[in-house]
């Protein structure tokens, strides 16, 4: 069973084709720094402020463009659907919320999710724990 799976974080995503055991593989990767600095890194060349002003703008300014990169990778979901018959998401609680407020039917029918983030594993260890947890099969 062709599998698309798609690890995520807030910042940073990958994109695997799972066709059985022995065939697993990236097909894309992306990567928004704007979506990773934290509170303080942006804007930083503007006075800080004791009313919480400032800092409530920079973690807006971050949750939006992780927001964007959200839009941006179920943009990229939606165009290979068609080709696959289940759809694996493995994100943290947060930025998996957010993926969802992205999904089509067609998606939802096909999808099974993880609240894991397995952006920071290589591909082997991102299929092995696929396979520990069964959302892909031999």
Avoid at 23 to 34: A, K, L
Avoid at 45 to 52: C, I, T, V, Y
Avoid at 58 to 84: C, I, N, Y
């Amino acid at each position: 069973m062709k599998t698309l799976v798609l690890a995520a974080d807030g910042s940073r995503a990958r994109l695997f084709v799972h066709w059985n055991v022995h065939n697993f593989e990236q097909i894309s990767s992306w990567d928004s720094p704007q979506a990773r600095h934290l509170p303080g890194e942006t804007n930083s060349d503007k006075h800080g402020s004791f009313g919480g002003n400032a800092y409530d703008a920079e973690v807006d300014a971050q949750r939006h463009a992780q927001q964007l990169f959200a839009k941006e990778l179920m943009h990229d979901v939606k165009q290979k659907e068609k080709d696959f018959e289940r759809i694996v998401i493995a994100a943290p609680p947060k930025f998996l919320g957010e993926l969802r407020s992205h999904l089509t039917p067609a998606i939802n029918q096909k999808l099974s999710t993880l609240t894991r983030d397995f952006t920071h594993l290589k591909p082997q260890e991102v299929h092995q724990r696929l396979m520990e947890a069964e959302t892909v099969t031999l």
